[in-house]
């Protein structure tokens, strides 16, 4: 119950947040990309940190969301929420396809062959030009500001849809970690041996952990792009701007936690903004590498997450143990 | 009058890959049974337990458990069928409380009523867990754990009981009392099939024993009499 307290006092806090910026700012943009990482990292926290099977290609099924609304939008006229869904399932096929031979895989094998599907779509985005547009890029159509179309004037509304989207994957995480399911993925990670013997289908179950993965990546595909406005496939596909960075989030933040990917967007997101503001007029390549020392040191400092400085900061004042 | 044994292998042959390390066993065990198998390491014991639980990739033969057909069935579905099997090694959730290891042996069952009741009888059996319920069984020591993945099996109520070398690594005073829980299980109903390197002991808890070497049984009969055996005797009890 008082999780559930502090949980909506956080949603409040989140959504009186943008009111307070300048809604044709800088920082209303960066707060809405960050929210949005959040959730892409909430989403990939469902295979990655519950099933323990650590994605590096979960831009496959964000450029695959990104591209199916906006191509049913240039070419069918049909609204991007239609566009979202369909994406969704394109995503959770995706991810099925992919989970069969990839799931047997472990660790770094697994990781690595993800690596390879997501850079493959990417590929092929960048060739199949009729259907994407090609290396040229995609903008997404002036439409009629409405909510149907999925078109604002304002900034401020697609802020209050990320934050529905990160509050939505975030109670996704949680029914998951906490029902049948959880439990079976964790016997499954703590040791699939004997899961099997205890009667779980570990297949089965990791199967289904991909597909949701996916399917919830791609529909924030397309929230992403409806902000982005523009994108090419080397963007939505990109391995070290999306994949790894989706993973990185995550982990940092404090992975298999419900609270993890939060905490890892609204450090790193801003920070890498900072940097570049700070730094990319005095040399190139420098605010990336300040970027990438200040993660080394947290990593060093926090090897589970930040999750775990609010964990002993709680038992602090509670009397009780960190776990 | 004869009775249709619970578990009947016939003609079994299994391996790994291009390696076949089970020829032509033929093995059965009756309902209210304690069987064990006897051998030296690398002889298969654990693959005659694993290709039940159809965790044994190639296997040709006949693998009969009350009235089913284990080779129709994956390895995920043998639980249901009433056959809990204890692995090798001490397979607990590390990062679980003893109590959350134990209901998800009922996991095929978790809709019975009477699992408050089941992990009593767990208790009751191995009383040490009553007292270490909320603990993580990754923390407790290797005779503790053992008897996590013993007792999660039990959890099942299961027909058959799989126990592969359940007491390996363990110190000597643990060891007995884990055979005398096994003595317990089966005295309480369950059948049992145990491969044991520990050959004096097995045949001590066991009422009926083969033996297996290189992959064929050469041996078969009641405990006490497979204790006589001079073969049996030489080979390992080094007497």
């Not at chain 2, 059996?125 to 013993?150: I, N, W, Y």
Request: charged residues 15%.
């Amino acid at each position: 119950m008082k999780r559930w307290i502090a949980f909506a006092i956080v949603v409040v806090v989140a959504c009186l947040l943008p009111l307070a910026l300048d809604p044709r700012g800088y920082w209303i943009r960066v707060l809405t990309f960050t929210l949005l990482f959040a959730a892409m990292a909430q989403a990939w926290n469902i295979i990655g940190g519950l099933a323990n099977q650590t994605s590096l290609g979960h831009a496959a099924f964000f450029g695959i969301g990104a591209y199916t609304s906006t191509i049913l939008l240039l070419k069918f006229g049909l609204s991007p929420w239609i566009g979202m869904v369909a994406g969704g399932v394109f995503g959770g096929v995706a991810a099925f396809i992919i989970a069969i031979p990839t799931m047997r895989l472990q660790g770094h094998y697994f990781a690595l062959a993800t690596l390879a599907f997501g850079e493959v779509m990417r590929v092929i985005a960048n060739v199949w030009v009729s259907l994407t547009g090609g290396p040229g890029g995609t903008s997404i159509p002036f439409s009629p500001p409405s909510f149907a179309n999925y078109s604002f004037k304002l900034l401020l509304p697609h802020t209050y849809i990320a934050i529905a989207a990160l509050v939505i994957t975030t109670l996704i995480f949680e029914w998951i970690q906490r029902g049948a399911m959880g439990y079976r993925l964790r016997a499954i990670k703590e040791n699939p041996s004997a899961a099997e013997v205890i009667g779980i289908d570990t297949t089965r179950v990791k199967l289904q952990a991909a597909v949701i993965s996916g399917a919830l990546m791609a529909m924030l595909g397309t929230l992403y792009v409806q902000v982005a406005v523009f994108f090419d496939p080397d963007t939505v596909f990109s391995a070290a701007g999306i994949s790894i960075r989706v993973a990185l989030v995550a982990i940092l933040g404090g992975i298999g936690t419900a609270i993890g990917p939060i905490l890892g967007a609204f450090f790193i997101i801003p920070l890498e903004e900072l940097m570049n503001e700070w730094f990319s007029s005095s040399a190139a390549g420098l605010s990336q590498l300040i970027f990438g020392l200040i993660l080394i040191v947290v990593i060093l400092w926090r090897p589970h997450g930040f999750v775990t400085v609010f964990r002993s900061l709680r038992a602090k004042f509670t009397g009780g143990t960190a776990r | 009058m004869s009775v249709a044994p619970l578990l009947s292998i016939e003609n079994l042959n299994a391996g790994y890959n291009e390696v076949e390390v089970l020829h032509g066993v033929h093995l059965r065990v009756f309902e209210g049974e304690f069987v064990c198998i006897i051998g030296a390491n690398t002889a298969g014991k654990s693959t005659i337990l694993r290709a039940i639980s159809r965790q044994v990739p190639r296997v040709s033969g006949s693998l009969q458990f009350a009235g089913t057909d284990l080779s129709t069935r994956a390895a995920h579905q043998v639980s249901a069928l009433g056959i809990a099997h204890v692995p090798e090694g001490r397979q607990v959730f590390p990062d679980m409380t003893v109590e959350e290891n134990l209901l998800l042996g009922a996991f095929t069952a978790r809709t019975a009523s009477d699992l408050p009741a089941r992990m009593q009888d767990v208790f009751t059996l191995f009383p040490r867990l009553l007292e270490r319920r909320q603990q993580l069984a990754g923390t407790l020591s290797g005779g503790e754990q053992q008897m996590v993945a013993v007792g999660r099996a039990l959890m099942l109520k299961p027909k058959l009981l799989l126990l592969d070398e359940p007491s390996h690594g363990l110190a000597p005073k643990v060891v007995e009392e884990m055979h005398d829980a096994f003595v317990e299980i089966h005295r309480r109903g369950t059948s049992i099939l145990l491969v044991e390197q520990n050959v004096s002991l097995a045949l001590d808890v066991a009422t009926r024993g083969y033996v297996l070497e290189s992959g064929r049984i050469t041996l078969e009969g009641p405990s006490a009499e497979l204790n006589q055996n001079p073969a049996v005797r030489a080979a390992y009890l080094g007497i």
